[in-house]
């Protein structure tokens, strides 16, 4: 997971995962039906409704129709800045963050070189406020999902917690960036032409209905988040003029695929008590404070991935003081430290690989420069908050 690969092997992050999951079954480390039981089915549920609801947007062509109204705002750049913050944030808090950057990294780029403005502190933008605005929620990222899921969090009592520190976050992600511009906007290259889907607004008010209808089944409703998603989805694909092979099509199968694959894993992990070990080691770290969880959480999201690090603590943190707040600190941890690095977060490969297809490249260092300043803040400010209000 650290690498992202096995070298010499092509296998990527997923691969690795489905491969763990395998070898175990097949050495009889894990038996068939332990790893069926491992896999959590709610969540996978309500991760690929909610991925339906994205892919009727994308299709209906709101991401784009949304990109292209910020970008052509005849605003300063240091506005334009802020709307594209806010706006990734914003879709990231209620559609999975990974998906709002795939769709609009490239349009931002078309976007900015149309007007002769550098691509690149957007772009930076959008991968940092993707991941800041994906921790106001229970449903803006994979692994806020799986600890809602896991604990059947309440919605709103989530919100309310992760909230401020989301808003405090994306304003920190403005200001970070435009001091690091230093009023130096300006590019002369040349723009790329980006095909998007049409815009459609029946399907688009569709989607945003069902979306609508959605989170606030998740706000009030005493139905299980996953049935709710899995309705909503249920009723985009009876569709008479959307294919259903085109929005099943844009699922990420492969996310659905890694999460199965860590849940057996860590299911192996548990068995063996490699858990509880990790656990002794972690406690002299001051595992059972809010800063000591948060750092390990932001430093294990960096090195085997946030939706592992979070797998390997569900064991762990009811055994915590305060689980309560000890799973908020996690999820937001896990979260903001995307920021770090490149490889921090899959949003940031999404942004990076996208535009570097269109011509636009995203060195390693210029990245950091950002990151580590967003997270630090970021980190800094959620802890406070869950210090003192989230009691």
């Known amino acids: 997971m650290l690498l992202g690969e096995i070298p010499g092997l092509a296998l990527d992050r997923t691969g690795v995962a489905l491969l763990g999951a395998l070898v175990l079954v097949a050495s009889e480390r894990v038996t068939p039906a332990a790893a069926w039981a491992a896999v959590d089915v709610p969540t996978l549920a309500l ?24 970008v052509s705002a005849e605003v300063a750049p240091a506005v334009l800045l802020a709307a594209v913050v806010g ?22 780029v078309e976007g900015c070189l149309r007007r002769k403005l550098d691509p690149l502190p957007f772009l930076l933008a959008l991968a940092c406020a993707a991941n800041v605005g994906s921790a106001a929620t229970l449903i803006g990222n994979p692994q806020n999902m799986l600890i809602g899921q896991t604990l059947r969090l309440s919605f709103a009592g989530f919100l309310a917690d992760a909230l401020v520190p989301a808003i405090l976050g994306l304003a920190a992600v403005w200001l970070l960036i435009r001091l690091a511009v230093r009023g130096r906007w300006a590019s002369e290259r040349e723009a790329p032409t980006v095909d998007t889907p049409p815009f459609d607004a029946w399907q688009t008010a ?33 569709s ?68 592992p690090a979070v797998m390997l603590f569900t064991s762990m943190v009811p055994r915590l003081p305060d ?40 060195p390693f260092v210029t990245h950091l420069a950002i990151g580590v300043p967003v997270t630090i803040v970021t980190l800094i400010a959620g802890t406070w908050w869950l210090h003192v209000y989230a009691r």
């Not at 690929?48 to 292209?68: D, E, I, N, P």
């Not at 706006?87 to 990294?105: E, F, K, P, R, Y």
Request: some cysteine; glycine content about 10%.
């Open 240 to 307: 008479r003029r959307m294919a259903s092979r085109d929005l099943i099509g844009l699922v990420d199968w492969h996310l659905l695929v890694l999460f199965i694959g860590l849940f057996v894993v860590i299911a192996g992990v548990t068995r063996a008590g490699l858990d509880a070990r990790f656990f002794e080691l972690l406690r002299p770290i001051g595992i059972d404070s809010l800063a000591g969880l948060t750092f390990v959480g932001a430093t294990l999201s960096n090195v085997i991935s946030n939706v």
């Open 87 to 108: 706006a990734a944030g914003a879709l990231s808090a209620v559609l999975a963050n990974d998906i709002v950057c795939l769709a609009v990294t490239p349009l931002l």
């Open 206 to 238: 569709k989607g945003l209905a069902i979306l609508a209808l959605l989170v606030l089944g998740f706000l009030f409703a005493p139905v299980p988040r996953e049935v709710l998603a899995l309705g909503g989805a249920a009723i985009l694909l009876m």
């Open 323 to 362: 689980p309560r707040t000890s799973w908020l600190a996690l999820a937001m941890s896990t979260t903001l430290a995307g920021n770090l690095t490149i490889l921090g977060s899959i949003a940031n490969l999404i942004v990076i690989e996208g535009a570097r297809k269109r011509g636009v490249r995203i």
């Open 47 to 70: 991760l690929f409704g909610l991925m339906v609801v994205s892919a009727q947007l994308r299709l209906g062509g709101f991401y784009a129709w949304v990109t292209r109204r910020i």
